[in-house]
């Protein structure tokens, strides 16, 4: 247990960046001899350096108690429900109204939140035991206790359509020891488990509302938290309030919080500069050196534990956690022809381009700042035009090769888009970049309707939740439909063990299977940009991309700041 303990409070590497592994990868460069044999890797040049501010402390300011602040939402969320949503978004209002068991701080360590301490684990590592809060009420007056989360976490396993199944690991039962204590079995051992419960899988949902509402709990759902659901408008607004019954309600300033959907960053900032929103998420980099200079304006900024990439539709023909079909184009069948692609993309180019630098290049779900990095998960493949054009010449394709892509209609994705395609076009690709609204996009690529799409993943801070969901056969989020039984074997391996460095080891393995066949072709990492008005004091935002407002509160107005 401490040896799981130490790898899952274990603090990112602040820092660290590319630079590590530059020398060692520099070395392991090779020429390839055979698209199955070891690619050619080359280093990732070290990224700017920047200060992360995480939040804005309440310190000695004087706060006023009560009234309405609103936050700038770049994308409707999806369903209001930790069961199945997979949206950024959703976890920015759930966040307000839904605990979990246990969250992370801004230096990146689990604390307990709904839980009183981290799992006890057993010898074997086959129970896991985790002590809960018994001063806490749902929104609707039911009491939270152990009983309620193994109700919520059975419904995370059983309900059809949960994205949080496989997060949970091979869980073999699952029962209520007294009031405050939950007991879970499992088949082998599953080192993940707590980074999992301090993300969506954690929220605990009230026992009442799953059986009125069943499959419907989105609608209207009931959590232990500050803030409580109230409306939704769709495609406009959510809003929450207060939670008289919440156990620490002495605490929290406002009283109701709207969410207002303001996709694009422009106009975002100008609510922001005219005091119409309070907070915003997702400033674009073409926006943030001015908001820095502004009075009144202050921004949060954070590196990402998550990525964007490129998906490429190799076998989803059923959905997203189905088995994989056949999908009968050169792109689906060929991995010469993905590879290619990855070496059509300069991404440090388009990078310090397209978003000034703000943004990494990245070619891994593994974080270079998290604990299990490694030389091999931090490897790129080499930006080769030329041999991109040789792969699709030796795999029979005429060029150049069309494919369409499905990307966000946002502003900053449309123009990342347009560059990747004009960028690819020297590697042999004939690129169509197709615009499609948030919500929509995350329904396609759960239905596997897209040829290639570009979306990403706000990062967990456990690598497990950033590959096996995504990679593994039958994997919640598996949008590719991809199945590589090799790689099925080194994720639950690396999920078993509790060894920072064994672990870290098996993950650069999957990445390098991942590499070779490239059903996922990751491209940057975000920078979490949050601005914020300087008449307002509690605002957080972490590695995990989540911004958190439930200690925010209005800084009370003195003769000084009036005038």
């Known amino acids: 247990m401490q040896h799981q303990n130490q790898h899952l409070q274990a603090r990112s590497a602040r820092g660290r960046r590319y630079g590590r592994a530059a020398g060692l990868l520099a070395a392991a460069a090779i020429a390839v001899t055979a698209l199955t044999a070891c690619q050619p890797i080359q280093p990732l040049p070290a990224a700017p350096v920047r200060e992360d501010v995480t939040g804005v402390p309440l310190g000695e300011a004087m706060v006023r108690e009560g009234g309405d602040l609103v936050m700038a939402l770049s994308a409707e969320p999806d369903r209001l429900d930790p069961t199945t949503s997979s949206s950024l978004y959703t976890r920015y209002v759930m966040q307000t109204m839904c605990q979990k068991l246990y969250d992370i701080d801004a230096e990146g360590e689990i604390v307990p939140q709904l839980a009183t301490a981290l799992p006890e684990v057993s010898e074997d590592g086959l129970t896991v035991t985790i002590p809960v809060r018994t001063d ?24 059809e359509g949960s994205t949080r199944k496989s997060e949970l690991g091979p869980i073999t039962g699952i029962r209520a020891v007294g009031e405050d204590r939950v007991e879970i079995s499992y088949e082998r051992p599953f080192a993940p488990l707590t980074a999992a419960l301090a993300d969506r899988a954690g929220m605990m949902l009230s026992p009442q509302a799953i059986a009125e509402n069943g499959a419907d709990f989105g609608v209207s759902p009931v959590c232990v938290g500050p803030f409580k659901f109230v409306d939704r408008v769709p495609q406009t607004s959510i809003t929450v309030e207060r939670d008289p019954l919440y156990y620490d309600a002495e605490d929290v300033h406002l009283d109701t919080i709207t969410y207002r959907i303001i996709t694009d960053a422009n106009i ?56 994989p079909g056949t999908i009968d184009t050169p792109i689906a069948q060929e991995s010469a022809i993905r590879m290619a ?104 690529q759960s239905q596997g309707d897209f040829e290639a799409l570009q979306l990403g993943w706000s990062g967990r801070i456990d690598p497990h939740g950033n590959m096996f969901n995504f990679l593994s056969t039958g994997g919640g989020n598996n949008y590719s439909g991809y199945s590589n039984p090799e790689l099925d074997e080194v994720l639950t391996s690396a999920a078993q063990i509790n060894d920072v460095e064994g672990r870290a080891e098996l993950y650069g ?21 949050t601005a914020y008005s300087t008449d307002v004091v509690g605002v957080e935002t972490f590695t995990d991309g989540v911004v958190h407002l439930s200690d925010a509160a209005f800084i009370e107005p003195t003769d000084e700041t009036e005038n």
């Open 268 to 323: 975002r900032a100008a609510n922001l500069r005219s005091g119409d929103v309070q907070v915003a998420d997702t400033i674009s980099p073409q926006d943030v050196d001015a908001l820095l200079k502004e009075d009144g304006v202050g921004v949060l900024q954070v590196g990402s534990l998550g990525y964007q990439a490129l998906t490429v539709n190799v076998g989803n023909v059923d959905g997203a956690g189905e088995p």
């Open 136 to 159: 806490a009420v749902f929104a609707d007056g039911v009491p939270f206790d152990a009983e309620a989360v193994r109700t919520t976490l059975e419904r995370h396993l059983t309900l």
């Open 341 to 444: 692609l990855s070496m059509s993309i300069d991404r440090e180019a388009l990078v310090n381009t397209v978003f000034n630098s703000w943004f990494e290049p990245a070619c891994s779900p593994v974080s270079p700042d998290s604990p299990y990095s490694s030389a091999l998960s931090e490897a790129c493949p080499p930006y080769d035009p030329e041999g991109a054009r040789q792969l699709l010449e030796d795999a029979g394709v005429e060029t150049p090769y069309p494919l369409e892509m499905q990307v966000t209609n946002t502003p900053d994705t449309l123009r990342f888009g347009q560059a990747l395609q004009a960028a690819v076009a020297d590697g042999g690709f004939d690129l169509t970049v197709v615009p499609v609204e948030y919500s929509t996009l995350l329904d396609v």
């Open 509 to 529: 393995k999957a990445v390098e299977l991942v590499q070779r066949d490239n059903p996922i072709i990751y491209l940057y990492r975000q920078r979490n940009l």
